[in-house]
């Protein structure tokens, strides 16, 4: 029951932060008193809980200071206030949270509603019955949650979504584009200025931080102050534990306390009356404003905004200018991806060669008599088909050194991708750095750092290409292994291997009384030697058995040698189509990799794990 509640109301955050900004003037106080109202409840329980601890400690039970102190009216009506500011600033905080995030706050329900039991568990026998569910949530349940909540948004932003990359930018239109975005959007201006001022206050944070902690001395202090400025996540951990516990304390309120004093009612008339009581102004300043002409006030912050930079920038053309530089960037990664596809067929034309010249040694094993005893054996141990697959990936190809040369040209690949990769975003940062240096002005907005330091992601493509390969080799290898036993797969299928093996049982069967047979004519053939007639008798009968079992070897050979070759031929043709596909298709996921790795930089991500250490 406790998940369930306190996962529709997560629910609930998420669908009202998805339509904060679309929603009418009028519709939002109805939308914040019911998100306060949980968090009020929490508010109203902690705020009194020190209250009565205070009055239990200092006032005799029938005071009238007590008695008149002890319902805490006044400080119910003022946590209404304050439940609303802290709605406000949860559903505005909300509506700009990534799906990364709202990820981080579905494992914290979970997390909070596994840590409840246990807390009180552990609380029990120490606090009293009708207190220990305050306890619980006023210190431990809150402290657990938001370090938990706080340690995880810090660790999502840090390494996985980061923000715009900043860092070519003057402070003030950093301000201004971000308040555009996000403000500028909502339907009911209060609710974008609100908005957009969170958005460029955090903003703001994240643009002095890439400036500044990238350049202090050690990766330990860089690590250290970058821990702190993301502690700003802490604001929704506090905000989103706030309504998580009011949810349980909705669940756990009653009418009545155990000690028999009246409880603290779900339904609370202090929090109805004061919610209709501000709802009346509410809706006059609402139907007053309608009106409003709120252009007025974005005129005279331009106003005051080119006042302190003149230099009008060009939207539109900054799109462009990104719009082309991902054409290119697409571009050359498909030249890439080509590039790559042909060199893999180059290089599995060459190893197949060698493969196909190979056929004929394992025919040659094959198609002898040491050959046919070592299938024999086989046959007799069950060991057949394992047999087969051994001799035919050793002559293929470990003979041929296949594994290790297919190792050798993936990892020469994988370099010329990253060669190609490196020298187009050198290229782009160049054209970049020319398109700005022709339009200073109108591309301001463009004048990335990231963007212009193209030229040392080349470096860092050429240093991470020696584990790029690494792993590459590792596949390749992997990738070897597996044409082979797909290759033995397809051989023991084809119509002359099946015949063989046919052969080969029924020649398993009969072998024994060959012998024995050869052995028994041969001695009656020596019978005059006397005691020697049995020496001669199994000299005799080996000699006959091994010419028996050559000439029966040769027939094999007259029949299904090249039958044999032809379908080993076709197999190894079916297996390089398959090889190669794998080989491209893995080689398509590396391109495009480190192309996205490129696009980070051409969209402006700034990852502080990846940028900032």
């Not at 009216?73 to 990534?98: D, E, Y």
């Not at 981080?104 to 029990?124: E, G, N």
């Not at 339009?439 to 290409?465: H, Q």
Request: hydrophobic share 55%.
């Amino acid at each position: 029951m406790r998940l369930l509640a306190m996962s529709i109301a997560a629910l609930a955050l998420y669908l009202l932060a998805a339509v904060f900004l679309d929603l009418a003037c009028w519709m939002l106080f109805p939308i914040l008193a019911v998100t306060a109202w949980p968090i009020w409840h929490y508010q109203r329980d902690i705020v009194l809980f020190h209250r009565r601890l205070v009055l239990a400690g200092i006032a005799t039970d029938d005071s009238w200071v007590r008695r008149r102190f002890w319902a805490g009216h006044i400080s119910q009506v003022l946590q209404v206030f304050v439940s609303l500011t802290w709605a406000t600033l949860l559903l505005a905080l909300a509506t700009v949270m990534r799906p990364e995030h709202w990820t981080v706050v579905a494992a914290d329900v979970l997390f909070l509603s596994l840590m409840v039991r246990p807390v009180r568990r552990r609380l029990a026998g120490q606090v009293k019955d009708e207190q220990l569910g305050v306890v619980a949530r006023r210190w431990p349940l809150y402290a657990l949650n938001l370090l938990f909540l706080t340690a995880a948004f810090v660790a999502v932003d840090f390494f996985v979504v980061g923000t715009a990359d900043t860092r070519g930018l003057p402070w003030h239109q950093v301000a201004e584009r971000t308040f555009s975005e996000v403000g500028t959007a909502a339907v009911c201006p209060p609710a974008g200025w609100i908005t957009g001022a969170l958005a460029t206050v955090e903003q703001l944070g994240w643009h002095a931080s890439q400036l500044v902690i990238p350049n202090l001395p050690g990766p330990w202090l860089r690590l250290a102050a970058w821990g702190v400025v993301l502690m700003h996540a802490g604001l929704v951990a506090y905000l989103f534990t706030r309504l998580q516990l009011g949810v349980i304390t909705l669940l756990e309120s009653t009418p009545r306390g155990r000690n028999g004093s009246r409880g603290e009612s779900a339904f609370s008339l202090a929090f109805i009356y004061t919610i209709l009581f501000l709802a009346l102004p509410y809706l006059y300043l609402t139907l007053t404003l309608a009106d409003f002409d709120t252009t007025s006030l974005q005129t005279g912050a331009r106003r005051a905004v080119a006042w302190v930079n003149p230099c009008t920038t060009d939207a539109a053309a900054g799109d462009q200018l990104l719009a082309g530089l991902e054409q290119d960037l697409s571009r050359a990664r498909a030249v890439a991806q080509a590039d790559a596809g042909r060199q893999i067929d180059t290089a599995l034309d060459t190893l197949f060669a060698d493969v196909e010249l190979a056929v004929d040694g394992y025919l040659d094993w094959y198609f002898t008599v040491i050959g046919e005893y070592q299938r024999l054996a086989a046959s007799v141990g069950g060991d057949f088909a394992a047999l087969m697959h051994d001799m035919l990936y050793q002559h293929l190809f470990e003979d041929t050194r296949f594994a290790e040369r297919l190792e050798v040209a993936s990892a020469e690949i994988d370099a010329a991708s990253n060669v190609r990769l490196a020298a187009a975003a050198e290229r782009l940062g160049q054209q970049t750095a020319a398109a700005i240096q022709a339009r200073p002005c109108t591309l301001e907005v463009t004048d990335l750092g990231a963007l212009g330091d193209l030229d040392r992601d080349r470096v860092r493509a050429a240093v991470a290409t020696a584990g790029g390969a690494a792993i590459g080799a590792m596949t390749a290898k992997l990738l070897a292994k597996k044409a082979g036993a797909t290759l033995a797969g397809k051989v023991a299928a084809k119509k002359g291997f099946q015949a063989a093996a046919g052969i080969a049982g029924k020649v398993a069967a009969k072998k024994g009384g060959s012998i024995a047979l050869s052995a028994a004519a041969a001695t009656a053939v020596c019978s005059p030697g006397g005691p020697l007639a049995v020496v001669c008798g199994i000299v005799a009968g080996t000699v006959t058995w091994l010419t028996v079992d050559k000439v029966m070897v040769e027939i094999d050979e007259a029949l299904f040698r090249d039958e044999m070759r032809r379908e080993l031929l076709a197999s190894l043709a079916e297996s390089r189509t398959g090889l190669a596909a794998e080989l491209k298709a893995r080689q398509d996921v590396l391109i495009d990799a480190t192309a996205l790795q490129i696009q980070d930089r051409l969209q402006r991500v700034f990852i502080p794990a990846r940028d900032g250490i």
